[in-house]
Nanobody
């Protein structure tokens, strides 16, 4: 059974940092990513990483501040978030897919990130 378990969310002041983790069990994937959903808004893409090549992709809103990385041995993906802003406040979701492109097949339960001004 595939599971994505996120951790690392919390409350931080603007300008601070947090690191999210997502441990995948059950199998490995082609691509893993992070999405977020703020109150009253739709879910938006944040970052993704190709498991084999390590290529990374970012939303413009987080480029230069967030870094996605992976640990193959632990089957875990991380999202290092620096210079956090109140606009980054959202529930962050980990996602995974079997194919390089297309829809994501599995989603985590989400972890809350709150950035105070």
């Amino acid at each position: 059974q595939v599971q994505l378990v996120e951790s690392g969310g919390g409350l931080v002041q603007a300008g601070g940092s947090l690191r999210l983790s997502c441990a995948a069990s059950g199998r490995t994937f082609s691509t893993m990513g992070w999405f977020r959903q703020a109150p009253g808004k739709g879910r938006e893409f944040v970052a993704a990483i190709s498991w084999s090549s390590g290529n990374t992709y970012y939303a413009d809103s987080v480029k230069g501040r967030f870094t996605i990385s992976r640990d193959n041995a632990k089957n875990t993906v991380y999202l290092q978030m620096n210079s956090l802003k109140p606009d980054d406040t959202a529930v962050y979701y980990c996602a995974a897919r079997y194919h390089q492109f297309g829809d994501y097949d599995y989603w985590g339960q989400g972890t809350q990130v709150t950035v105070s001004s």
